[in-house]
């Protein structure tokens, strides 16, 4: 869209935000008061529609991104006693609690001003800001993304509280995740290696016994008992690169994923380029995150091949994921994807999906890293 009908289409974006400061007044002046409440809660919810809408479009057409300011709604909860308490205060009915929630939750919110103020005055200041711009000037647009920018953008308070939320979230899936993890490789280690072992006592008990008087069939126990020995290392050695591949430790990440790619059943290529090691902690959870993505690929994608890409550009890990097959891919559809996305946010992480329909996929990790010196082996 050319500059001058961006400036117009926000300037348009004025008139919705004047009638809304109409509406207050109206109600007070001419029907008495009856329905001021209403206007106001009208008021409120117009602005923080105009303010969002205000936000995509920059973003949209400007490229300055504006994030959201407003904290996720609490949810109500019974207690005991039969009381809801909304995250504000108790109330003995839901309906009653409901409304005080969505009061408290908007009254409350730093942001809620914000728009306010802005909607009081950004048709005076925008409209002087975006009408040089309508001739095509570029720099009433830049201004008045400026503009927008400081008033619709999270505070830093607003910031402090969201990152506060984020990470009391990731560190309690981070803590479901190692609670699961620690009950699987119980239940690995209860089931699979320790049955055979007791199998394996068991069995070189009664070759023990019989070795005197039937020498032959000892030592078919004794065959089996390695047999199963045998299986029971297999276990354990599934079982630790299960927790961690022995080739992450000692090659690195980028061996790993090549390693990864042989035992894939399709064809697929890797392109690393990464001059040191990553820490550990985040190794293992890029290493298991492009596992789930080509286990993803084998299942879902009907692809015929796939490609792995990975590299690090000023302090971020890029892992890009591509393949050949029917695309359509949605971290909403349970594809696997949300699990990924989990794996990474205690890193902040973050997961990007394109995946048109008919191809090709492309999903891409961004993880913040450093690395430590080249390292190639332990030996």
């Known amino acids: 869209m050319r500059r001058g009908g961006v400036c117009l289409a926000l ?15 109206l109600a007070l002046t001419h029907l008495y008061g009856a329905l001021s409440f209403p206007a106001l809660v009208l008021l409120v919810l117009g602005g923080r529609r105009l303010a969002t809408v205000s936000r995509a479009l920059h973003r949209r057409w400007t490229d300055t991104t504006i ?12 207690a005991e006693q039969g009381w809801y308490w909304t995250g504000y205060d108790y109330h003995r009915g839901r309906p009653l609690a409901t409304v005080s929630l969505w009061f408290n939750w908007v009254a409350r919110d730093p942001a809620t001003w914000r728009d306010l103020l802005w ?17 095509g000037f570029a720099a009433p647009l830049r201004l008045h993304a400026r ?5 619709l953008a999270p505070t830093g308070h607003a910031r402090l509280t969201d990152r506060v939320r984020q990470l009391t979230d990731t560190r309690a899936e981070a803590l479901d995740a190692q609670a699961a993890e620690l009950e699987r490789i119980e239940r690995d280690l209860h089931d699979g290696a320790q049955a055979r072992l007791v199998a394996i006592q068991l069995t070189l008990s009664m070759a023990q016994r019989t070795l005197r008087e039937d020498p032959d069939s000892a030592d078919e126990l004794l065959c089996e008992a ?17 927790i961690r591949p022995p080739v992450l430790s000692e090659r690195g990440l980028s061996d790993a994923l090549r390693l990864l790619a042989l035992e894939h059943p399709l064809a697929v290529s890797v392109t690393a380029d990464l001059p040191g090691r ?6 293992s959870a890029v290493y298991f995150a492009a596992a789930e993505l080509l ?10 091949s796939a490609a792995v ?16 097959g029917v695309g359509g891919a949605d971290p909403a559809a349970g594809t696997g994807l949300v699990g990924v996305e989990r794996r990474l946010r205690p890193f902040d992480g973050t997961l990007i999906v394109d995946s048109p329909p008919g191809g090709p996929t492309t999903v891409t990790l961004e993880v913040p890293c450093a690395l430590s010196s080249p390292r190639t082996s332990t030996c």
């Open 67 to 78: 994030p959201s300011p407003y904290p996720p709604r609490p949810r109500i909860e019974r």
């Open 119 to 135: 909607l009081a005055l950004d048709p005076v200041a925008g409209t002087i800001l975006l009408l040089p711009g309508v001739l």
């Open 226 to 242: 390695r047999a199963t020995a045998a299986a029971a290392v297999a276990q354990l050695r599934d079982l630790v690169h299960g």
């Open 147 to 151: 503009w927008t920018h400081a008033l």
């Open 11 to 25: 300037l348009a974006l004025k008139v919705p935000a004047v009638a809304l400061l109409a509406v207050p007044p």
């Open 278 to 283: 990553l820490v550990p902690p985040l190794e």
């Open 309 to 324: 890409h990975v590299v690090r550009r000023g302090g971020l890990l890029r892992l890009a994921v591509t393949d050949d």
């Open 295 to 304: 286990a993803n690929v084998a299942k879902h994608a009907q692809a015929g």
